[in-house]
RNA sequence: GUGGUUGUAGCUUAGUUGGUUAAAGCGCCAGUUUGUGGCACUGGAGACCGUGGGUUCGAAUCCCAUCUACCACCCCA
């Protein structure tokens, strides 16, 4: 096929066979989302390189080799943002939201764009919903943030889905680990892997979290983070821990999770899914007391997470998990003729006006055709419109399930329409019960 | 970026050791005497066999390259 009709690498195209689900799901969120008192920002899909090279961090692979770079006409170097928090920051400094009532509470639904390999719930350009909390230190803030990505989880049906939290502790608690770390690893240099032994000098957390069978062997030995917590940061992961159990909310304490930005302090997690694939995160999140300063704003602290959507799905599809169903067209109305046609039209037109969901014929099909059209598209209801209604001023209402046929008047079509509806409605809501 | 698998109508597939106009089911459109959908029957449209080279008298079929999709590494959501 041609490349004018081949949509880019990685991209997915949501047709509307599936819109619905999607739409469920986001809602969802949303929703969720502000029983916790979180309100939606939405902030442009690309910024200035530096927002991520200074927030998510020069040194990981997102900035150094997975960002779609590019100059504009006017020389600027922009960024499609491979993640929605940097920009969020710098939203939250640029209009000074922490100079009001803290904590500020937002979240957001939007695409990231990200130069990988697609796989199994991998994309280049993918939908990610998040949130993010402003000036809250306590360990309640944490806690309140993991417990809303579950209920969001929670409540869009996904099954088998496990919380693994982790302290990675402030920057001071860090320095030491790293150097334990370091110094455990290179007593074992010769039985490391080779990406491994890169690893050691340039990153040894990451080591934590290498496949390999004797290195990860090794790590399981090797010195754990939370070993090494300050006082403050320990007494921080136990007021955490403390929180989750008092809100009866299960987890792991899983000292091998470490996340890839640079951001992130203290309080790491992860939702994950073994419904997916190897790329199992569903939802990872943290503590980023440092961020918001190192951008240029006020010393505040700051966390939040990011729930990849795309994911979500796949764990949900491949689960086999019912969503409602998509809504259905209320009525077609098939006319027979050019008078019954113009007819048609302006009936459509008041029923949509009364918020019915309402089609007609605007290919010039034949009846047949129209009936079998009505059925596919799963119309609740029909009429025919020929000469002999209009010169009657009246029609049959059929119902395209039960196969009831209704007469009504051609006047005050749309609250006659609406009574025949509510009373099946409720009559099937009768024998339901009975 | 590194591996492995893959590619024939919108979808799912068939295509014999290379040999005429590339099959089928579903779907789509239209008909079965313009007044009612689901069933059945009939007909029709729709494929440069992923793309570009090569071998050959002849390639969907063999070879090379390339692209896409899928899966894994890496990394992350």
Known sequence: MAEINRAIKGTN????????????????????????GFREIRVPVFEHTEVFQRSVGDTTDVVQKEMYTFDDKGGRSITLRP?????????????????????????????????????????????????????????????????????????????????????????ECRKNYHKALSEYFASHIDTLCETCRDRLSRNPMRILDCKSPVCSALAKDAPKVIDFLCDECQNHFDGVKGHLDAAGIKYTVNPQIVRGLDYYTKTVFEFVSGDIGAQSTVCGGGRYDGLVSQMGGPAVSALGFGMGIERLMLALENQNSNFPEAKKCDIYI???????????????????????????????????????????????????????????NKCNIKNMITGEIEEISLDNFSEQFMKIKLDDALSSLEDTII
């Open 83 to 171: 993640e929605l928090t940097a920009g969020v920051v710098r939203s939250v400094i640029e209009h000074g939201l922490v100079n009001g009532a803290l904590p500020v509470k937002v979240c957001y639904v939007g695409g990231c764009y990200r130069y990988e390999k697609p796989q199994a719930g991998r994309l280049r350009e993918f939908h990610q919903f998040g949130v993010e909390c402003f000036g809250a230190a306590s360990p309640a803030a944490d806690a309140e943030v993991i417990s809303l990505g579950l209920q969001v989880l929670e409540t869009v049906g996904i099954k088998n889905i496990s919380l693994e939290i982790n302290s990675i502790g402030c920057p």
């Open 13 to 36: 195209d949501m047709l509307p066979a599936d819109s619905h689900k999607f739409q469920f799901v986001e809602g969802k969120m949303l929703d969720i989302a502000s029983l916790y």
């Open 334 to 392: 098939a006319p027979m003729g050019d008078t019954a046609a113009v007819k048609a039209t302006a009936l459509c037109t008041s029923l949509r006006r009364d918020g019915f969901e309402a089609q007609c014929d605007v290919c010039g099909r034949g009846l047949k055709a129209q009936m079998k059209y009505a059925d596919k598209i799963g119309a609740l209801y029909s009429t025919v419109i020929g000469d002999n209604e209009i010169a009657e």
